[in-house]
């Protein structure tokens, strides 16, 4: 038996355990940590390596045990412990992905919170994905921004993302991440809301890289306009996504430490 260390962190509601080590857990540890009744409970399990030798990289696995290629939300509440670590109320630094290296600004704004700016990327447009639901046909934009995004803005209903998510999810090779949006108007300018079904973890409160994906594809429907912070709804709080001309993505958002601890392994 092993005491790990660990702290537990959120980014708009989407929770992880966040674990400093060289070496990932199995698969079936990861699952019994993030389950929310018998273990700590998260949407999944943020492993940090690096910091030491000031090159940290960040790798991801999901409360199913998969390794997705990217977590904006995860990045934030990393860049975030980093800061933490070493004392910084601010801090810039880059951060290595499976989805490639992602700069960072960090700034403390109270207690354990923090605000996190995150240069993504780019944003690359895909084919559109269709999926026949009982006898419904559902028509996705595809983005990717690391990783894959199936994204619509046709009316819908809250319960039907239980309905179409695990389906639209599983459709494509690999797997996909599913967004359900409305545009909602505002005298500032309107934002858009999403509802968001994550790949390997179901219904979550928050995707970031979801939430860059669905600015970046209302851009290019005109919905929004390129080069102007986009305000993103998630259930568990705004994101600000701004898209430039040239599909560049930069997300800033909150993170927030919610508690440390240590818990016994086989």
Excluded at 2 to 18: H, I, Q
Excluded at 93 to 100: K, S
Excluded at 253 to 262: H, N, Q, S, T
Aim: include cysteine.
């Amino acid at each position: 038996m092993t005491e790990l260390r660990f702290e537990k962190w959120e980014g708009t509601g989407n929770d992880f355990v966040l674990v400093e080590t060289e070496a990932e857990l199995p698969t079936e540890t990861i699952r019994a940590l993030c389950d929310r009744h018998r273990g700590i409970g998260a949407d999944g399990i943020l492993f940090v390596s690096g910091a030491v030798t000031g090159k940290p990289r960040m790798i991801v696995r999901n409360a199913d045990g998969s390794r997705p290629e990217m977590c904006g939300n995860g990045l934030r509440c990393v860049a975030a412990f980093l800061a933490r670590k070493s004392d910084a109320g601010a801090l810039e630094l880059t951060i290595a992905t499976d989805a490639g290296d992602k700069r960072c600004a960090v700034r403390a704004i109270r207690g354990d919170g923090y605000e996190v700016a995150v240069d993504m990327g780019h944003a690359r447009l895909g084919p559109p994905l269709e999926v026949a639901i009982d006898g419904t046909a559902h028509r996705f934009t595809t983005v990717d921004v690391g990783n894959p995004h199936a994204i619509t803005f046709a009316p819908h209903e809250d319960a039907d993302l239980d309905r179409i998510g695990p389906v639209v999810a599983t459709t494509p090779p690999g797997g996909t991440n599913v967004e359900l949006c409305r545009m909602r108007s505002s005298p500032s300018g309107g934002s858009i809301e999403v509802a968001v079904w994550e790949r390997g973890v179901g219904r979550t409160l928050a995707c970031g890289t979801g939430a860059c994906a669905v600015a970046a594809a209302a851009c290019e429907e005109g919905r929004m306009p390129f080069g102007q912070p986009i305000e993103v709804l998630l259930p568990g709080g705004p994101l600000e996504i701004t898209v430039d001309a040239s599909r560049a993505l930069r997300m800033k958002g909150p993170a927030r430490r919610v508690f440390g601890g240590e818990v016994t392994i086989a």
